[in-house]
């Protein structure tokens, strides 16, 4: 065994000089493509969508509150009615500024293969704080530790571990 | 309307039927997997049951005391132990390689998911968590999940099945699912996506699945959390990514405004 491998600390080590890992989120966009390959269920899958449609109906009523006029039927109606409705939906599309979400999230991490991820969750909030005790507060390098950590851990587990920081009784290594 | 044919209305949803035998149609590939591998286990099982009995009903009526009353008196015989011995070996084979092979691939994660929810299970109801779209520790997509007690039941609702705010997920992509509870242990269970994942306090278990066709599908919860164990049922709603988007964002404006935040726990 030759010793200039990394340990997992080092690799993962924040250092002064932040060095760009390949481990950056991807885009979802591209697993939609590959998707088929991996469902061998789809021929079957296909013929059920059809009878499953009227079901939810109730349920989209009831979820969506009567002043947010959802985006997606607004768009459907745009082609087919005349300009007074293509108006009020832009209107509405002005006043709400809908804003678009990504479809990302914190990576599969080879340190985390298993199904138990609590220190998962762990990892990635102490790696944030401290990134952000070396950056500084607001290091734009350290928002996507933060957006990890969101991701992963429950409200209510930040909530206390911040509460444990600023008592300075939290047992991570910050 | 005739009130008997209102089962049909529910009949198109994934949820258990009255006297199902069967499995729930599968929309994911895990539980496409699942089935198959029953199929396959229950060849063999049908197999052995049938050269079992024969066996059995044969040495039974060949060695009656009456018809047979000093039977053969063979102690042994090569061929026949060496057959017994290989065959009883090499089925359990075709049993285990393939349950092997379903239980890594549904263990490991292999690609990034697209989105993580997390599935907070409490006495006795659910919160879920879709905090992908944070700025800060505060504010995030929570809501609760209760269920509808049977009196505000509507035509056509399962009973003990449907919930007041169902988890919204995107179709045909991969979603990681964080489970865990907030007090006893609970578990989050729906048959037709193929999961079942105990919820243990202190721990966060993550599942990962990718649903292959819009629908809605119906858990319960499977660990016996407390009294209320039966009234704590999961509802899944997959929708197409374009429409999930366009929803979740709906909900997150009323979050960034902060006034709407009491009308997300109604």
């Given at each position: 065994m030759v010793n200039n491998t990394q340990t997992l600390a080092e690799q993962y080590y924040v250092k002064d000089e932040q060095v760009k890992t390949d481990e950056v989120a991807k885009p979802v966009e591209v697993k939609d493509v590959e998707k088929p390959k991996e469902a061998p269920s789809q021929e079957a899958v296909v013929e059920k969508i059809v009878e499953e449609t009227t079901p939810i109906a109730p349920a989209v009523a009831a979820e969506k509150s009567s002043e947010v006029a959802p985006p997606a039927e607004a768009s459907t109606e745009e082609p087919s009615s005349g300009s007074v409705e293509e108006e009020n939906s832009e209107d509405q599309d002005a006043a709400e500024e809908t804003p678009e979400i990504k479809l990302e999230t914190a990576p599969a991490d080879f340190r985390f293969p298993t199904t138990?991820?609590?220190?998962?969750?762990?990892?990635?909030?102490?790696?944030?704080?401290?990134?952000?005790?070396?950056?500084?507060?607001?290091?734009?390098?350290?928002?996507?530790?933060?957006?990890?950590?969101?991701?992963l851990c429950p409200g209510e587990w930040i909530d206390r571990w911040n509460e444990q920081r600023e008592n300075g009784t939290f047992p991570g290594p910050l | 309307m005739k009130s008997k044919w209102l089962f049909l209305t529910i009949a198109p949803c994934d949820a258990?039927?009255?006297?199902?035998?069967?499995?729930?149609?599968?929309?994911?590939?895990?539980?496409?997997?699942?089935?198959?591998?029953?199929?396959?286990?229950?060849?063999?099982?049908?197999?052995?049951?049938?050269?079992?009995?024969?066996?059995?009903?044969?040495?039974?009526?060949?060695?009656?005391?009456?018809?047979?009353?000093?039977?053969?008196?063979?102690?042994?015989?090569?061929?026949?132990?060496?057959?017994?011995?290989?065959?009883?070996?090499?089925?359990?084979?075709?049993?285990?390689?393939?349950?092997?092979?379903?239980?890594?691939?549904?263990?490991?994660?292999?690609?990034?998911?697209?989105?993580?929810?997390?599935?907070?299970?409490?006495?006795?109801?659910?919160?879920?968590?879709?905090?992908?779209?944070?700025?800060?520790?505060e504010q995030s997509l929570t809501f609760d999940s209760y269920t509808i007690p049977e009196d505000d039941l509507e035509l056509g609702q399962s009973?003990?099945?449907?919930?007041?705010?169902?988890?919204?997920?995107?179709?045909?992509?991969?979603?990681?699912?964080?489970?865990?509870?907030?007090?006893?242990?609970?578990?989050?269970?729906?048959?037709?996506?193929?999961?079942?994942?105990?919820?243990?306090?202190?721990?966060?278990?993550?599942?990962?699945?990718?649903?292959?066709?819009?629908?809605?599908?119906?858990?319960?919860?499977?660990?016996?959390?407390?009294?209320?164990?039966?009234?704590?049922?999961?509802?899944?709603?997959a929708v197409p990514s374009k429409d999930y988007g366009s929803r979740v964002s709906n909900q997150l404006i009323p979050q960034t405004t902060g006034e709407a935040s009491a009308e997300m726990k109604e």
């Open positions: 138990n991820q609590t220190r998962h969750c762990f990892t990635r909030y102490v790696e944030y704080h401290r990134c952000i005790a070396t950056k500084g507060e607001d290091a734009p390098e350290c928002d996507r530790f933060a957006k990890y950590y969101r991701s | 258990a039927e009255p006297w199902q035998l069967g499995f729930q149609d599968a929309a994911t590939p895990m539980m496409q997997g699942i089935i198959d591998l029953h199929h396959d286990i229950f060849f063999f099982l049908i197999l052995i049951l049938v050269f079992v009995s024969r066996i059995l009903v044969r040495a039974l009526w060949h060695f009656h005391y009456k018809k047979n009353p000093i039977p053969q008196r063979i102690v042994h015989g090569t061929t026949i132990e060496i057959l017994r011995t290989i065959f009883p070996s090499i089925i359990p084979m075709f049993i285990a390689i393939p349950s092997f092979a379903l239980l890594y691939s549904m263990d490991e994660v292999v690609v990034d998911p697209a989105i993580t929810i997390k599935a907070i299970g409490h006495q006795w109801y659910r919160t879920y968590e879709y905090s992908d779209y944070n700025s800060s520790d009973r003990l099945l449907e919930v007041d705010n169902r988890v919204l997920v995107p179709a045909k992509s991969h979603i990681r699912i964080i489970v865990t509870p907030a007090d006893v242990p609970h578990s989050w269970a729906v048959p037709s996506l193929g999961v079942k994942c105990d919820a243990v306090p202190g721990r966060l278990n993550q599942i990962s699945i990718s649903v292959q066709r819009e629908g809605v599908y119906y858990g319960q919860c499977s660990e016996i959390c407390g009294t209320n164990h039966a009234f704590t049922p999961i509802v899944v709603e």
